[in-house]
């Protein structure tokens, strides 16, 4: 009984040795329970972090982290039920066209997303863009949604694994956040929570994303899809590109009216490859070959369309607002230009983020709100030509603000000679 006493925990992942599995459903509970103190917690969190976890241990810890809630189960009544999870980007609203279209095509899709973090957005305060909208559901409303409508995209609640809630904040104090095993059960312990039969996982790599090394990224990828799988969630990954904004448009309500374009067939072709990238590999998960040309009969039909008001409207979004979708932009535009003639080399994307988050369109602070009207379209494209005094953005603010506009054409390079751009989908991992 001593061994699983916090002390002993922590002495022996200071000195490197692998945990057990009583030692780590130990330290979970003592973090939902609030048995362990905050410096206990820190001290298991940083030796976790500067001595690592194998992949036994990470399996255990984000099994003990999801027990740690409420488990929803929800394929034993709903099969072929998918679930998608990003790292986050920068205009990254995959999330939103993928729905609709996989539940068109027979494949009902669960979500428990998140709120913005650092300086990418989140897919739930994109949502909250759509008047009405409602976000808080439990498991019944879950199931009466992917019954009537084929979607349910919720936040995840207090009752989804509450040792992350406790863990993750710690880890924003102790520096411990880039820790790739803490990551991994960080992300799983939610995800796996609603209990989807299949689970595709978009990891990014390049300036905009969580992890910028592709190295790295391509590291979490493997680490995410080695722990799900071995739970028991046939799930593979995507690395993707994110060294630019995904899309035309960043912001909140532009990306649910982006969304709309792509869902009419006007969308930008970089959103609807890996859109239709994703939903080919979560299809393919449970054994359903999703061609691309089915997808486009879903856009070109008008059901994927129709499928996203039809979901909105029964998850509260305004009948008004499902009548007639037009959300609002900020009044002020603002072009940013290139002041030199060359080739676009590079977009400082976290950069970029950030200074919308201070434009307003993002928190600046936990529990702050957002103006979803606060825009950004991107008009450049890596590794395209491009003219003096040409656009590169227009950024859409409630009042002037030059100086944000300077400080935004700060974040792109132009250079002298062609770069190749890189490639939107890099690698599959399964
Ligand atoms: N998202 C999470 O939920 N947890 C992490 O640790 C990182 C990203």
Redesign the pocket.
């Known amino acids: 009984m001593g061994a699983q006493l916090p002390y002993e925990i922590l002495s022996r992942k200071r000195a490197g040795e692998r945990l057990t599995e009583p030692a780590l459903r130990a330290a979970v509970a003592g973090a939902a329970s609030g048995t362990w103190s905050d410096a206990q917690l820190g001290a298991f969190l940083m030796a976790a972090a500067i001595r690592g976890l194998d992949g036994d241990e990470t399996r255990t810890l984000t099994l003990a982290m999801l027990e740690s809630g409420e488990r929803w189960q929800l394929a034993r009544e709903v099969p072929l039920l998918c679930d998608k999870h990003s790292?986050?980007g920068v205009g990254d609203k995959v999330s939103l066209p993928l729905a609709p279209l996989l539940a068109v095509c027979g494949l009902p899709v669960v979500m428990l997303t998140?709120r913005a973090?650092g300086h990418t957005g989140g897919t739930a305060d994109k949502l909250e863009a759509i008047p009405g909208l409602e976000l808080g559901l439990d498991r019944d409303a879950t199931l009466r949604l992917l019954r009537d409508t084929g979607i349910a995209i919720g936040i995840a609640t207090g009752s989804i694994a509450p040792a992350d809630r406790r863990l993750?904040a710690l880890?924003d104090q102790t520096a411990t956040?880039s820790s790739l095993p803490?990551?991994t059960a960080?992300?799983l312990s939610?995800k796996l929570a609603t209990g989807a039969g299949a689970l595709v996982l978009d990891v990014k790599a390049g300036s905009g994303a969580?992890l910028p090394e592709l190295a790295e990224a391509r590291q979490l990828a493997a680490l995410l899809v080695a722990t799900a799988n071995a739970l028991g969630v046939p799930t593979s990954a995507w690395l993707t590109d994110m060294s630019q904004p995904l899309g035309r448009w960043v912001g909140h309500a532009c990306e649910v009216q982006e969304t709309l374009e792509l869902l009419q067939g006007e969308g930008p072709g970089d959103l609807q490859e890996l859109t239709f990238a994703l939903a080919t590999e979560v299809a393919a998960l449970h054994g359903v070959a999703l061609e691309p040309q089915r997808l486009a009969e879903a856009i070109a039909s008008g059901a994927a369309r129709e499928t996203f008001l039809r979901w909105a409207r029964a998850q509260g979004a305004a009948a008004a607002w499902t009548a007639s979708p037009r959300l609002p932009l900020a009044e002020e535009e603002h072009v940013v230009t290139s002041s030199q003639a060359g080739w676009l080399a590079a977009v400082d994307c976290r950069a970029l983020g950030l200074l919308l988050i201070e434009a307003g369109a993002g928190r600046a602070r936990p529990g702050a709100a957002i103006d979803p009207a606060v825009s950004l379209r991107y008009e450049g494209r890596l590794g395209q030509r491009v003219e003096r005094g040409e656009p590169l953005a227009r950024l859409y603010l409630r009042r002037r603000d030059d100086g944000l506009a300077a400080a935004l054409g700060e974040c792109f390079t132009v250079a002298p000679e062609p770069k190749q751009a890189p490639p939107l989908l890099y690698e599959r991992i399964a």
């Open positions: 790292t986050g998140g973090l993750y880890r956040v803490l990551i960080s992300i939610k969580f």
